[in-house]
């Protein structure tokens, strides 16, 4: 079965540094990865998905931006933080052809911005 | 586009109370429907799934009946217990219209007291 690995677990970063947070499935190959972000008391924003290696889509504008330089690795990272990307980042699999089966989630990461 | 709507919360119930979580959604194909749990400080796991019209999904004492006439997916358990506190999140998938996408409802956070 599919495993999410994500970390860090809790970052605090200050407003204007840099963010690289990592995502790694194992037990499956080429699948659908995704980002949400889910700010306080609220639900999950997807913010990108790609559905192979170096393709990347984007839902919202924003400050982060996401890469994929192996199939089963997903970097979301941002150049300078803003306050407003405080949240609870989560990871997300989709194993191959299987539109009719669950997704995998990561652990997730707290972000908050000071 | 696809989307999914979501009951409001919070929801506060007593310990053996019925429970009901409302969920509808909005699609042009054929999606897979999915409620997913979220428990304090972790990430998201699958409840439960049904991938076709009149499937109902369950697992531990919580079903939801995937209903194409009023596209619905309700989540019902019929004696709640504390370990139930949590937020739940409706959400399908649907590759032939989504575009690999995975769509959450807002979420609903649910309290049991004892």
């Known amino acids: 079965s599919q495993t999410i690995h994500q970390w860090p677990a809790t970052l605090v970063q200050p407003v204007g540094s840099p963010l690289s947070l990592e995502c790694t499935v194992e037990?499956?190959?080429?699948?659908?990865l995704y980002w949400y972000r889910q700010a306080a008391g609220r639900g999950l924003q997807l913010l990108f998905y790609?559905?192979?290696?170096?393709?990347i889509s984007s839902e919202v504008p924003q400050n982060l931006s996401a890469s994929r330089p192996q199939d089963r690795q997903f970097i979301l990272s941002s150049k300078k933080l803003l306050l407003s990307d405080s949240g609870f980042y989560l990871c997300?699999?989709?194993?191959?052809?299987?539109?009719?089966?669950?997704?995998?989630f990561g652990q997730g990461t707290r972000l908050t911005v000071v | 586009g696809d989307s999914v709507t979501q009951m409001e919360g919070p929801v506060t119930l007593s310990e053996e109370a019925f429970l009901t979580i409302n969920c509808t959604y909005t699609a042009t194909g054929y999606p897979s429907l999915f409620w997913y749990v979220q428990y304090p400080g972790e990430g998201l796991q699958l409840l439960l799934k049904?991938?076709?019209?009149?499937d109902k999904g369950s697992n531990k004492g919580f079903e939801a009946t995937y209903r194409k006439e009023t596209t619905s997916f309700h989540l019902e358990k019929g004696s709640v217990q504390v370990s139930d506190s949590a937020v739940y999140f409706c959400?399908?998938?649907?590759?032939?219209?989504?575009?690999?996408?995975?769509?959450f409802g807002s979420g609903t956070r649910l309290s049991i007291r004892p």
């Open positions: 997300a699999c989709l194993p191959p052809g299987s539109g009719t089966t669950e997704a995998f």
């Open positions: 037990g499956t190959s080429n699948p659908n």
């Open positions: 049904a991938t076709k019209a009149d």
């Open positions: 959400a399908l998938s649907d590759l032939y219209s989504s575009a690999s996408k995975i769509i």
């Open positions: 790609s559905v192979g290696i170096g393709q």
